[in-house]
């Protein structure tokens, strides 16, 4: 450790009180590994409780050319928020950065530190008959949502992050410790470029979200949920199209789960139990929500039947068969998936998304190129088929003939990235976003004058490569 | 004219054609004047049809240094799209820029060329059931709907242009004629800092889009309309948050019309008789509409009757009256008032927003600083209250016994702008974007550090200064 790290980590502690500088391996344990990807060590784990200690840290951070990691709640699957191994960072958490949740009921808006979780935000949001609607298997900070643009299991209906997000505090590299002060509750403003939204999605490389204002929904009052089969990959869409046809603004989720998924989850799980007993479990289902907040004592609906009389509709000829369920047995079922997979070997994950008509087409020429040349392998996907979003999930078995090899296994990445962007004009990261997990792929598919402005705005906003580990340029 | 600028004018005329180099005083006129503010000449209109042919034109005029203005459909409000009074600029039009529609029915998106107009863009779009859902007064061009990030009157429901944003190309300043091409079909899509944000109601001065991918919506298979005259301003929040809560998901408007405007239409446009006759006209009263795009036959939906029992239940205590119509009857009101107002003298319009819940509160103080300070001032109010914007225009009766002055307007103008940003947490342009008409209000309410860093991105992209006359730093 030279002199000046051990100077500024003394400036830290006076500032931030020792307990809030982790140096002890054991405390900064949680901090140094990601939730899938990104394992390292860094000089120490700062936790600042306050906006101005933000400040004050990147301040003297700056001062000792002292490079920082941004964390919220290290939920991330990028490895964006984890130090890397050289051990020279520190880590910037923001884990204590939630005294503030401000409720406007009228404006259906809050305002809210970086640091708050999903769930504490919902359990302060439902006493008012509002939430905050960005459906996720993990529980993240609404700083670390911001960062990544998550999206969720709704989007169809609430949209993203961006699209719910009103206003913005940012603490900037440079000049070192500028607040950047966005923080409306406007739904309208457009008074020049909505520099917000440069935090968004940017893994947290562009500056230091402190607070947030969100739009906020009402909580529906009833919902109904099927688990429906359709005839074929081609039928998902037309389903889809049926939905969105006959339920409208009511469809809040149209999820796709693989037959080989739902046996994992069947498998592994347990309490779950088939749905669709006694017949075996399906090719391919898909999880068909609806929801509504108006009133069903005024407006009469009955989502229930609105749903079964549009299913009845279709079947014999888009819909085999179909399960209507309590929400929560068949969400269980949806949110269950990625833990299932995980003990059926060694996972490798996808994210990827694309136009929602050429799902049912990617998914032929994604199996069709496993069976093909990694027959071993044993696809487990499911995916957001209302928002293009897909897992196209798969699993290494313990038990292959072939040991499993990281080498393979990113040639695999790089092939089926290689299909969705460039043959099905979609994505290589849908809602995890992009951090060094990624970057190189980042460099793959990016254009070069894509790559030039965002990395020239970068150099514009961190100029001495100080914050974070993803460069765009 | 300089014999570089005639240099130029031959080589553009042999790019484009000579038809396509408007210089006769005549042909220019339409783009040379702005359709609220704005009145300048320049040197030449250019009109390419072609994405390619913007490419020529940003690089001959960049090598010969010379400015441009970028124009949609000329309906902007802020004076960003017509030229200055110097006469050095060109105006690159991009109305003949509209060969290209392509409709992606499953996938609820479009790509459209930047200067197709909204009118056109929903023609192509309604033989599929879809449509493009930001109800504007005018007929912008799609580029131009990006350029201002447009709101209109059913924003609650279907966000605004920003929210519907799929992809989008731009062709770049900086490299000179570097095309940037983001024209993905995406809902979710996260990797790296999302760019086409920085275009999205950035005035055109960034660079010049042309071509966007846009989410669509389905038709509504049912409205109801009605037009509410609360108990007083705070019931104009009661009735807000009612209708929020009892109907939900089906509230696409909540427009608020004072008294006086509403008085100005009946007298000024011709054929609209007064939907409350034989009462006089009240106060205030807002417009309230419900849609569905779901099935009536499927769901028993009638959202007639929904709107009639919600208004019922709030009848001598919320509501005081409220005449359920046809929507078409009740829209043309709405959207005769600006042209309505004009008729009553000299109209200081206004388009701020502020949250919702201050908006009451608003609407008072600024009633009072009128009374109070230009007692010969007939404010003339309508806003969106659902999303919290306002238009608190006014008029300057040429009957009034004080004569106009534009420095009392500049001053009325001013004192209005800082109650609602400095006393109401609001913005001084809600959806007309920036310009040179309130260049200096944005100058006087925007932070050293957001101006810096929208500055310094302007830089990147616009050195030389050549595109555009509005500099944010």
């Not at 490895?79 to 191994?85: E, G």
């Not at 884990?95 to 401000?102: G, M, Q, S, T, V």
């Not at 969400?331 to 833990?339: G, K, T």
Request: a negative charge.
């Amino acid at each position: 450790m030279f002199n000046s790290t051990s100077s500024l980590l003394t400036a830290l502690a006076q500032l931030l009180g020792a307990r809030a500088v982790l140096t002890d391996a054991d405390d900064c344990a949680p901090y140094f590994k990601g939730a899938r990807y990104g394992d390292g060590s860094a000089l120490a784990v700062l936790r600042p409780d306050t906006h101005e200690q933000v400040v004050e840290i990147v301040r003297l951070c700056a001062e000792h050319s002292q490079a920082i990691v941004l964390q919220g709640a290290n939920t991330g699957l990028v490895a964006a928020s984890t130090p890397d191994a050289s051990g020279r960072l520190m880590v910037l958490s923001l884990d204590r950065l939630k005294r503030h949740i401000e409720i406007d009921a009228v404006n259906r808006s809050v305002t809210v530190d970086a640091g708050v979780s999903l769930q504490d935000l919902n359990e302060a949001l439902a006493p008012h008959g509002l939430f905050f609607p960005i459906d996720l298997g993990a529980n993240p900070s609404i700083g670390g949502m911001i960062a990544a643009n998550t999206g969720g299991a709704r989007l169809i209906k609430y949209g993203d992050v961006r699209q719910n997000l009103l206003g913005l505090r940012a603490v900037l590299m440079q000049p070192a410790g500028q607040e950047l002060n966005l923080l409306s509750a406007l739904r309208k403003n457009n008074t020049g470029p909505d520099l917000k939204q440069l935090f968004v999605g940017s893994s947290g490389a562009y500056g230091i979200m402190t607070r947030a204002v969100l739009q906020v929904h009402r909580l529906p009052k009833q919902s109904a949920t099927a688990l429906v089969v359709p005839r074929d990959q081609a039928a998902v869409l037309e389903l889809l199209q049926v939905l969105e046809r006959d339920c409208g603004e009511f469809l809040s989720a149209f999820e796709g789960i693989s037959g080989a998924a739902l046996q994992a989850v069947l498998q592994h799980i347990p309490g779950i139990s088939n749905p669709f007993a006694p017949e075996g479990v399906p090719e391919y289902c898909v999880l068909v929500e609806l929801n509504s907040t108006s009133d069903p004592a005024l407006s009469g609906i009955d989502l229930d039947s609105l749903l079964m009389s549009c299913l009845e509709n279709l079947f014999g000829d888009v819909v085999e068969n179909a399960v209507i369920g309590r929400a929560e047995d068949l969400w269980r079922i949806r949110h269950a998936i990625s833990e299932a997979l995980r003990h059926q070997g060694k996972m490798i994950a996808f994210d990827i998304s694309m136009p929602r008509s050429r799902m049912a087409q990617f998914r032929d020429a994604g199996l069709a190129l496993i069976a093909d040349n990694y027959p071993w392998m044993r696809v487990m996907d499911f995916g957001h088929w209302g928002d293009g979003g897909c897992h196209f999930n798969m699993v290494w078995p313990a038990s292959a003939s072939i040991a499993y090899s990281s080498d393979v296994a990113q040639e695999i990445r790089t092939r089926i990235y290689d299909l969705v962007v460039n043959e099905f004009e979609g994505s290589f990261s849908a809602e995890h976003g992009v951090g060094p997990y990624n970057l190189d792929f980042y460099r793959r598919y990016t254009s070069d004058a894509a790559r030039q402005l965002s990395g020239g705005i970068q150099n514009l906003l961190d100029p001495h490569s100080l914050l974070g580990l993803t460069r765009f340029s």
